[in-house]
C-alpha cells in the first residue's frame, strides 16, 4: 500500500482559490492512478477527480472549469488547484491511490487512502 498525507486545506471565501497537496511513501507510487474525492457533512464520499500515472486525467462535472489535478512522480505528490471556489465544495478532501487505474471514479477503485483535510467556503 501507499502512505498519503494531504495538506493546504483551509477557509475561503466564495471565488477563492486553494491549492491542496498529497505527499506520498511507499512503493509504485509512479505507476498507480491518483485520486481526490471529497465528503461533505451528511453526504457519501464523492468523487473529484484523477489522474493516470502517465498524466491523463479526469474530472468530475462539478468541477470542471475549476479544478485540476497535477501530480510529480519525482516528488511523488499529487495536487488538486481548486479555483473560482464555491460554498457547495465545501467538505473535507482526500486523496487516495488506486489499485490499478480502471473505474477512477469508483471509491472501490482505491486502496490506500489520507487523512483527509477540510475546505470551507463561505459566503
Known amino acids: 500500500q501507499v502512505q498519503l498525507v494531504e495538506s493546504g486545506g483551509g477557509l475561503v471565501q466564495a471565488g477563492g482559490s486553494l491549492r491542496l497537496s498529497c505527499a506520498a511513501s511507499g512503493r509504485d507510487f509512479s505507476r498507480r492512478a491518483m485520486g481526490w474525492f471529497r465528503q461533505a457533512p451528511g453526504k457519501e464520499r464523492e468523487f473529484v477527480a484523477a489522474?493516470?500515472?502517465?498524466?491523463?486525467?479526469y474530472s468530475a462535472n462539478s468541477v470542471k472549469g475549476r479544478f485540476t489535478i497535477s501530480r510529480d512522480n519525482a516528488k511523488n505528490t499529487v495536487d488538486l488547484q481548486m479555483n473560482n471556489l464555491k460554498p457547495e465544495d465545501t467538505a473535507v478532501y482526500y486523496c487516495a491511490a488506486s489499485k490499478g487505474g480502471g473505474y477512477v471514479y469508483r471509491l472501490y477503485e482505491y486502496d490506500s487512502w489520507g487523512q483527509g483535510t477540510q475546505v470551507t467556503v463561505s459566503q
Open positions: 489522474i493516470w500515472s502517465g498524466g491523463s486525467t
